[in-house]
């Protein structure tokens, strides 16, 4: 997983994410059936905002944000697509080269997982380098006396698809703010990341402490 | 020009069929009662309060042809309505209504086309009673209008024509085609998840805006000299960019400016629908959108990319730069960039805000008493101008019934297809008068007091065209920029 693919099919790709290089530090990917919640996740982590209406995303929208992570700072550069069917087949200009892809799931519609299924398997075919993490949104809806009913995805079908998958580790951010903080933390512990990061500006002088990632996270967070 | 009797318009050039054939009972009284025979008698007013009896009093008994019948009979409400079908009769779209519950009467247009196309002809129009009845059959899709507005079959004809450019827009004609070889029944609604809301806006605007009448667009009033500096400073950001095909500045659906590469142009029919997704799409406002659309009339085949951005928090104009290029997004964005700072730096954006708020002039600017609205397009530059509507029309109401005179008069002086141009027409009605004058350079439809003398009124509208030439520079974009 680590080591880049040689194939020429690949040599595009590199380029160009050599390209966005340049421009964001990390690029990080949003996917997931339509009005899942994409947007709402990334417009409370930039602008700690959150719309009533439903405003379906055309094509996909970016956006990019400073965070620290273990002394570094690094911008991630967010891809929120828009969940249609009609833009699937065009979903790889979006995601390609993308460092991390964040696959969202309606916790209240099982349709939506099976599609989160289908783009975690997309990803791993296509992206090497693309850590994934499987998210669950409108946990909110799922709570209290009446919300069990509303839950459609079980508690336990994500870990069941991240064991097939081989891989996965549960993490619970309450927030879209610890979720794109952990999606900074790993890629800058990743060793694979380290060329880059090396280059990254610091806050602080010391050692960074280097912490166990997986390929896999599953996450789920409300909003 | 249409009495109580029926009857079906078909294409001539087609086939041999004949032009007018009454197929239908000349007692029925609309389309709609093809679907349920016995409702001939009811009233209208009476239907929904029995609607609302079945369903509470007797659920069990609310079977699939009731509940078709019930949606059938509230869409005889509208006016107006859209259907968009596959040619194997599977249902994509209706506006007012749920085009799922509605599967008896896509049979049945499907089937109207399909029995006319058997004689190698080609249905066009039906006209029943108060009710126009339009069929576009175009690749894979059928769409059909059945209104009683009283819309020409010409006008029905374009607005179907916009209904199917707008689905080209999302899919492009390649992968539409594409789609139906492979499966003839496929159920397009699943790729077009989303585009209702296009769709929904594009037709209420045919309806409501002169634009798609004239096939012009409107542009926002700005000085010259202010929208000059806007066009230089997208060529002096974008002219070095390769790919990139036009660069277009909206505000509140009126075209601030438009920048093109020398060898293309673009068709208002293609402006129109890039308007519309704009207008409909307010995921654009809360950040910077990268997405294909296809032009039709600029390629049907294929996509371009739009970069799509509002150019400040404090300035609500929307700028698209559309490339052929799909991996120019940040070059694009960086692009978007220098040329706000550029706008911000020569006092542009204030001067589109103070625009935006003025929000056009009322005739009371133009100082005719006589002349109550107009419509005044420059014809070689596909660019209209028109004063707000004021009293009377300022209900929506009296708005609609000018806009809908607009059209008949439209059609009257341009009917497409015919050699037949009229020059000049002046209509005394009962609440107004109308002219309508078309030369090369210039329509103009104008609603005028109906007392005014018919000799004083071409003095009149000459004033008006003095006045028009004289704002020209402000109200029209006058030369076209090129990278």
């Given at each position: 997983m680590e080591l880049i693919n040689p194939t020429s099919v690949f040599n595009a790709d590199i380029f160009s994410s050599v390209l966005v290089m340049s421009q964001v530090d990390v690029k990080v990917v949003l996917l997931g059936s339509s009005g899942c919640g994409k947007t709402s996740l990334v417009e409370r982590f930039l602008h700690d905002r959150f719309e009533e209406r439903y405003m379906p995303t055309i094509g996909a929208a970016f956006g990019a944000k400073r965070v620290k992570a273990l002394g570094k700072i690094l911008k991630l550069g967010i891809w929120d697509t828009a969940g249609q069917e009609r833009y699937k087949a065009m979903s790889r200009i979006y995601y390609r080269g993308a460092k991390a892809a964040i696959v969202c799931y309606d916790l209240t519609d099982a349709d939506s997982f099976r599609e989160a299924q289908f783009w975690a398997q997309e990803l791993l075919k296509q992206e090497d380098a693309c850590k994934i993490y499987l998210c669950g949104t409108k946990a909110d809806l799922t709570r209290g006396p009446e919300g069990g009913r509303n839950r459609r995805v079980d508690f336990y079908a994500p870990t069941d698809f991240t064991d097939d998958v081989n891989a996965g580790k549960r993490r619970k951010p309450h927030d879209s703010e610890e979720l794109f903080q952990a999606i900074a933390d790993d890629f800058i512990s990743n060793p694979v990341n380290e060329p880059i990061v090396q280059e990254l500006p610091s806050i602080h002088v010391g050692k960074d402490q280097p912490r166990p990632s997986g390929t896999w996270s599953s996450v789920c967070c409300s909003y | 020009m249409d009495g109580s009797a029926t009857f079906v318009e078909l294409d001539r050039s087609v086939g041999p069929g004949c032009s007018e054939v009454s197929i239908l009972d000349p007692n029925e009284s609309s389309f709609y009662d093809f679907v349920s025979d016995e409702e001939v008698t009811e009233r209208k007013q009476e239907e929904p309060c029995e609607d609302s009896e079945d369903s509470s009093d007797n659920p069990e008994d609310v079977d699939a042809v009731s509940e078709d019948e019930r949606v059938v009979r509230s869409l005889r409400e509208r006016d107006k309505l859209v259907f968009i079908l596959s040619e194997a009769g599977k249902p994509i779209y209706c506006r007012h209504g749920s085009e799922e519950k509605l599967v008896s009467l896509f049979g049945l247009m499907q089937a109207l086309v399909f029995c006319v196309q058997d004689d190698d002809d080609q249905i066009k129009s039906i006209t029943a009673g108060a009710y126009r009845i339009a069929f576009l059959n175009k690749g894979p899709l059928i769409f059909v209008a059945v209104s009683r507005r009283g819309e020409t079959p010409g006008q029905l004809a374009l607005h179907l024509g916009y209904a199917q450019s707008l689905i080209v827009s999302v899919l492009t004609a390649a992968q539409l085609k594409k789609i139906f070889e492979q499966r003839r029944n496929y159920d397009l609604r699943k790729l077009l998840g989303g585009a209702d809301r296009l769709m929904d806006n594009l037709l209420d605007g045919l309806e409501q805006d002169p634009a798609y009448l004239l096939g012009a667009v409107s542009c926002l009033a700005l000085n010259p000299s202010v929208r000059d500096s806007i066009s230089d400073a997208i060529v002096r950001h974008c002219a070095k960019l390769k790919n990139l095909v036009f660069a277009i500045l909206l505000a509140d659906s009126q075209l601030v400016t438009l920048v093109r590469m020398k060898k293309y142009m673009l068709h208002p029919a293609d402006l129109h629908l890039l308007i519309n997704l704009v207008a409909s799409s307010e995921s654009f406002k809360l950040s910077e959108s990268w997405t294909p659309i296809c032009l039709p009339r600029f390629d049907a085949n294929g996509f371009l990319h739009a970069h799509v951005s509002y150019l400040a928090d404090d300035c609500q104009a929307c700028l698209l730069l559309l490339t052929v290029d799909k991996d120019q997004f940040f070059v694009l964005s960086e692009a978007k960039q220098g040329i706000v700072q550029r706008l911000?730096?020569?006092?542009?954006?204030?001067?589109?805000?103070?625009?935006?708020?003025?929000?056009?002039?009322?005739?009371q600017d133009v100082n005719i008493p006589e002349i109550r609205h107009f419509l005044y397009k420059a014809r070689p530059t596909a660019q209209y101008t028109a004063p707000l509507f004021s009293a009377p029309y300022d209900d929506s109401y009296e708005k609609d019934r000018l806009l809908a005179l607009y059209h008949r008069m439209h059609q009257r002086m341009l009917l497409p297809g015919s050699q037949r141009h009229l020059k000049l027409v002046y209509v005394v009605g009962k609440y107004e008068c109308l002219l309508c004058w078309v030369t090369a350079f210039f329509e103009?439809?104008?609603?005028?007091?109906?007392?005014?003398?018919?000799?004083?009124?071409?003095?009149?509208?000459?004033?008006?065209?003095?006045?028009?030439?004289?704002?020209?520079?402000?109200?029209?974009?006058?030369?076209?920029?090129?990278?």
């Open positions: - | 911000r730096r020569y006092k542009c954006l204030e001067a589109i805000n103070r625009a935006m708020k003025n929000g056009g002039y009322t005739m103009l439809y104008a609603a005028i007091e109906p007392l005014v003398e018919k000799e004083a009124v071409i003095p009149r509208v000459e004033k008006l065209l003095n006045w028009i030439k004289s704002e020209e520079s402000r109200l029209f974009i006058l030369t076209s920029t090129t990278f």
